[in-house]
């Protein structure tokens, strides 16, 4: 969509709307460092009919991987965030139930067992 004059615009949009999902930035870094060039080049030929946004042809430019790095990095610590909570059990609803001594869960014969040595 980003190379052709009348959806350029909605891919442009839609290449910053899905760098929400986890894996496009990915996606989308492999794509530029295969593509930015051409499409810059695309973008700047005054022959060029379409309404979207002009591309640096620099592979870093915050348009093109600078932003899938950083959209990487903040997926990394907003994941990492949620597992931690989970893994605290802070979303946990359930009624505490009382925890029971240790003396009390042992059967029998590991009493005696203990007492023995």
Known sequence: MRFTDDQAMI???LNFVLKCVPTYPLAS??????????LSKKRADSKYNGNGFAISPDLWAI?????DVIVMFIHMIFWSLILMIIELGWLDRRP?????GFQKLQDEDVKNEEFRV
């Open 11 to 13: 891919g442009d949009i």
């Open 29 to 38: 870094s492999i794509y530029c460092d295969a593509q930015c060039e051409e």
């Open 63 to 67: 348009e093109n991987n600078g932003s």
């Open 96 to 100: 505490k139930k009382p925890v029971l």
